[in-house]
């Protein structure tokens, strides 16, 4: 598998790196006034929605901001065109090890440019006016990008698409944070000199913006919605644990995943992150400095940037280096722990994961045997749990067969369960299965800016309705379109039960209600039991 194969794993919507169609005509639209500065977006006609495009929620993260946590932005005067999609944060590519390091290592040419000052969002509101709220307004969805924490942005995600999908009824706030070595470096050195997991605290901070400013673009700030795909559902799931569960005051109503990624997840001084941040210092020279942060911080973007790149792509296949950790502060002890106490930050949860999550992770001509997988994907792994696993799926086919499962399952189904057992009565669990049914295959059913390819409009109003129906009316067994074909939607805590949203063979959809595979629950059992090996 290629490098552009495995941008696709990370986030399928990055096929469409250009625009698919010349931009629709826009108008200049009424100036919000946020107090630090005023933005002006601007109407597309076609569609009536205005967006507001690169505006700043956090002072740039650059010189003494570099792993510190974020801090509020400049006042600025004048008026601000929000008119121009935002810098990217710098990017990076999964691990290829141990394929063909002599592949090409370029990525495709983005329109965007990369940057440290990347700490600005996009909103999207429905109409061609802005009109402020002092009390009331619409619900918000706000979508964190995925990419592993360590690619994507901002741009490859048409706000107004949400928009479209709810009948004009929701408001859209599309965030970027820090990522990758930039906004999860960690280490003794950042926890006493800077700040453990700034990427988080980015998307943190920007939820305090939502909670400041929303009223000001027509959106109410207690009808907030968190919603993700990939590393963006694992941020999610991040953000239900932080603070143990108890964040103070709320920053959101209702919790929205897609495809949630939980990789193993280290105390922020165990080794591996040491490594890491030793790897970081004698990269930059900085290893004869008596304060190795402040050596980071002055450090040349660029060199930094190549080993952003270089320490990623040279990880284990398909994996990311740099991930959020157990800071002790904002992430008090692992995910599953919090989890399991049954303390998170929404008592309601839409979650869908795809039918083969895993597939795009895995090298297709791997010869690793499963125990040998098991080991490299979760190294703190003893003998007795590497038993376990190969167990488990000895008799799911090939060794690339297995492989692909224990990543899909451990890491993304999985974690995915864990949630629902802990929400109950209110969480409600779907499954894409439409061919391929890959990882991110799902993206283009409700960004519908991209092609999808079971082009149906039944099947695509049924499946992004069902979203928007969380959103708004905090269930997805709301049906707000006529046509909409989902059946009725029982919790998931009621026998277990899931929607499918699939085709037929002869190209009909096929949505209906269905029960959990039993055999994929005590799975899912063995790897929260060991999920003090695996570090989840």
Known sequence: MGLKAKLLAVSQVLLALEPLSPPAATISTSIVDLG????QGSVDTATNITSFLGIRYAAPPIGDLRWAAPQPPPTVSG???????????????????????????????????QS???????????????????????????????????LGSANLYNGADLIIDSNYGVITVVIQYRLGLFGFLSGEAVKEGGALNAGLLDQNYALQWVQSYIRNFG?????????????????VLQHLVAHGGNTQPPLFRFAMT???????????NDRIPEMLYSEVVNGTNCSSSSDTLSCLR????????????????????????????????????????????????????????????????????????????????????????VAGAVIMYQNHGSNVD???????????VCPTYYLLLALGERAWKGKFAIPPALHGSDLPYYFNSYPTPYNNSQFITAFSNSFMAMAMFGTPDHRYT???????WSSWRHNSTEMMFNETSAGVPDVYAFKTDSALLERCAYWQDVSAYSAQ
Not at 82 to 90: G, Y
Not at 482 to 488: A, K, W, Y
Request: hydrophobic fraction near 35%.
């Open 219 to 235: 959106g109410d700030p207690t009808k907030v919605t968190i919603w993700g795909q990939s590393a963006g559902g694992g941020s």
């Open 402 to 412: 297995q492989a692909k499962l224990v990543m899909g399952e451990s890491i993304f």
């Open 258 to 268: 897609s495809s949630a990624f939980l990789p193993s997840q280290y105390n922020y």
């Open 36 to 39: 630090y500065a005023q933005y």
């Open 482 to 488: 006529p046509g909409d074909i989902t059946l009725s």
């Open 298 to 385: 002055a450090a040349d973007v660029n060199t930094l940037q190549t080993l952003n790149y270089n320490i990623n792509i040279n990880g284990f296949y398909g994996t990311s280096v740099f991930i959020p950790v157990v800071d002790g502060t904002f992430i008090l002890e692992r995910p599953t722990v919090t989890i399991r106490k049954g303390r998170l930050n929404s008592n309601r949860l839409f979650s869908v994961t795809n039918s083969q999550e895993g597939n795009l992770f895995v090298n297709q001509s791997t010869t690793l045997d499963i125990e040998d997988y098991v080991k490299t994907l979760f190294p703190n792994f003893g003998s007795a749990q």
């Open 79 to 113: 008026v601000q065109q929000a008119t121009m999609q935002p810098n990217e944060c710098n990017q990076a590519l999964p691990g290829n090890s141990p394929t063909n390091p002599s592949e090409s290592t370029s990525m495709k040419k983005r329109a965007i440019s």
């Open 116 to 150: 440290e000052d990347c700490l600005f969002l996009n909103v999207y509101t429905p109409g061609s006016e802005v009109v402020a709220t002092p009390a009331g307004g619409l619900p918000v969805v706000v979508w964190i990008h995925g990419g592993g924490y360590i």
